[in-house]
């Protein structure tokens, strides 16, 4: 007998057979309708292959959900053609009965944060400024994030792999890209508040926007 959820979520048996699956799962990842006589025991190839790592991860978790009758809830950067980038949280459960529900929701970013996320470029993995040509490229963009969470300039050297000088010139340069002709900001931390940037680099998974899949 095919169980009923929530459109937003799904329910395997132990043996990872698919009992249920909503229709808004099966719409967002363009997969067909799910009923009774599908049986999937495994993810779909499209979803395989749009998003490897993210699917392997998912089996691994759902494994553990069973083993230990667990809640794990897991939050992934999904970049899509249509809305951009989007966080995808799935919350697993086990529901007695060697049965795990899954519930998930998509959170479109695009017209959050000011509307930074917009301005995120996957394929050149860089933040564009807007009305100039200036970019912040994602190591720096990373680089900005450890600079506002208080990290000395020698322990963000340390990160990245290059010297205090470097740091310092890069972060010197950041301002420089932000600040139009005829503007005098203080130091960076005026520069980014107002471009009203602050909030957005510090919402970033790890200080890293670019670690969606896509």
């Known amino acids: 007998m095919l169980e009923h959820v929530r459109a937003d979520s799904y329910i395997r048996n132990k043996k990872g057979i698919y009992l249920a699956i909503g229709k808004t799962l099966t719409d967002q990842f363009g997969l067909p ?79 959050q944060y000011h509307r930074w996320p917009q301005n995120l470029k996957p394929e050149k993995q860089h933040l564009t400024i807007p009305g100039t040509e200036k970019v912040i490229d994602r190591r720096n963009l990373i680089m900005i994030y450890l600079f506002l969470n208080g990290y000395p ?9 290059c010297s205090v000088k470097a740091i310092e010139k890069r972060l010197a340069r950041v301002k420089e890209i932000l600040t139009p002709k005829g503007s005098n900001y203080h130091n960076l931390h005026h520069a980014l508040r107002s471009w009203q940037l602050v909030e957005f680099i510090m919402a970033a998974p790890d200080g890293d926007w670019f670690s969606f899949k896509r």
Not at 44 to 59: A, I, S, V
């Open 153 to 161: 300039r020698k322990s963000i050297g340390m990160l990245q792999n």
């Open 33 to 111: 309708e799910y009923h009774r006589d599908m049986a999937w025991d495994d993810i779909p190839d499209p979803m395989k292959e749009k998003y490897p790592d993210t699917c392997e991860l998912g089996m691994r978790i759902e494994h553990e959900v069973q083993k230990s009758h667990s809640q794990i809830e897991t939050n992934t950067l999904l970049f899509t053609p249509c809305s951009g980038l989007a966080l995808h949280t799935i919350k697993r459960s086990y529901i007695g009965n060697g049965k795990i529900l899954g519930q998930c929701e998509l959170n479109y970013l695009s017209d």
